[in-house]
């Protein structure tokens, strides 16, 4: 009896396949258990596309009412695949998504899978309908991307496969192994080959890095590069510049430790020769915060306590600093705990006070709150009481931020 449900249900769904037309859109089998799906593969000798999504999931939802319905969409996906669908979140996705976990890094993930069950090509998160279609016909047709994985892993490095290897890293949204693949391209070429416009249209997005030589030769060779590439000069010029100011930023921004406590700057002076120069060179907008926050940074190094109050005053006062009085909060924060001049502490006091009463006098919800440092400037002057009063407002602000945010998260899902 179990022999006949079996091929009484296996009809059913082969029918069920069968029947599927062509102008509906993909015609899914949803949460069938799995042995039965790999059976119809392998009766029909056909791959298998997984949609693997989640309730939540807003991409999702939009691929299955804008892409899936699609009768271009429906004409192929039916013709060729077994199209089967799972929330992995439910029933049989939850063990189908254990199985196939190194396969699924976000929802929606797509997975073309053939009929002994091996995953041989993926895609993730929303795709218009011809991307779609050429993805998975690619992998239909041993363009996979694990088929491209291999033979990069074999040393194959021409151009033209390298760009269709991207193709596939792109639509499983990759993007690391991308920028991976695409920087160590970058190392095997002249630095005169970004003149060239195949090669820059190729590794271009990826010069971020101010210590690269392509860094250094695309920014001294602008202009002849943007002449011979014809490349949108202000987005390659912005690009240049984020990638300059999270440089400099990694070099003289204070950290903390586990406990908030500032650690000590770390003298770094060949990084910020490079940097001085590349910044001097490229004319680039925020140029002058680079140099401010890079001078602040060398004062810190050489204790010189009262110039760096002094400079900072100089440079907030032109805006040289942002419109924001974070860096002020970490400098006077770094201050208090290295500085022995209680005098510029006092200094910092008494900005950060006016500042925060300033903000108290707002009704705005995106107002700034100083709490914290105030705290640590007055446990630094020796005003015990003071510095737990501050330190106690600072904690009640973050415990209502942070439910703010819970809530927030709950909303949103």
């Not at 108290?360 to 009481?385: C, F, M, P």
Request: charged content about 30%; some cysteine; overall charge positive.
């Amino acid at each position: 009896m179990k022999k006949i449900g079996f091929i009484v249900q296996f009809l059913c769904l082969a029918l069920f396949s069968f029947g599927q037309s062509a102008g509906d859109g993909i015609r899914f089998i949803e949460g069938e258990k799995w042995e039965n799906v790999l059976k119809m593969a392998q009766e029909q000798d056909k791959y298998i596309f997984m949609d693997c999504y989640t309730s939540w999931c807003g991409p999702c939802k939009a691929l299955a009412k804008d892409i899936f319905t699609r009768k271009d969409v429906g004409d192929f996906f039916n013709a060729n695949f077994i199209n089967v669908k799972y929330d992995m979140e439910k029933g049989v996705g939850k063990d189908l998504y254990k199985h196939y976990k190194s396969n699924i890094i976000g929802f929606p993930t797509l997975l073309l899978i053939n009929k002994e069950g091996k995953v041989v090509h993926q895609m993730a998160g929303f795709q218009e309908a011809n991307v779609l279609i050429d993805g998975m016909k690619a992998g239909m047709e041993g363009k996979s991307l694990f088929a491209y994985k291999d033979r990069y892993a074999a040393g194959e490095r021409e151009l033209a496969f390298l760009k269709d290897y991207v193709v596939a890293l792109q639509g499983a949204f990759l993007k690391d192994d991308i920028e991976n693949i695409v920087l160590d391209y970058m190392k095997t070429i002249p630095v005169e080959k970004l003149q060239e416009k195949e090669i820059w249209n190729f590794v271009g997005a990826y010069i971020k890095d101010p210590y690269s030589p392509q860094f250094d030769y695309v920014i001294f060779n602008i202009d002849r590069l943007a002449n011979k590439v014809k490349f949108d000069r202000y987005s390659v010029e912005r690009q240049l510049g984020w990638a300059l100011e999270r440089a400099v930023d990694q070099v003289v921004e204070v950290k903390f430790d586990k406990d908030g406590v500032p650690l000590r700057l770390v003298d770094a002076a060949g990084k910020v020769d490079t940097l001085l120069r590349l910044i001097d060179r490229g004319n680039l907008k925020r140029a002058e915060t680079l140099r401010a926050k890079i001078r602040i940074y060398e004062l810190e190094l050489a204790q010189k306590w009262n110039e760096i109050y002094e400079c900072q005053m100089m440079y907030r006062g032109i805006k040289a600093l942002g419109f924001s009085d974070r860096y002020l909060e970490e400098t006077a924060q770094y201050l208090a705990a290295y500085c022995p001049d209680k005098a510029v502490i006092e200094k910092y006091l008494t900005l950060i006070e006016k500042l925060q009463q300033e903000e108290d006098k707002g009704s705005s919800k995106l107002r700034s709150y100083y709490y914290g440092t105030l705290s640590v400037l007055h446990a630094k002057l020796g005003n015990a009481a003071k510095a737990k009063e501050f330190k106690k407002m600072d904690e009640k602000i973050k415990a209502e931020k942070a439910k703010e945010f819970e809530s927030f998260l709950k909303k949103s899902n």
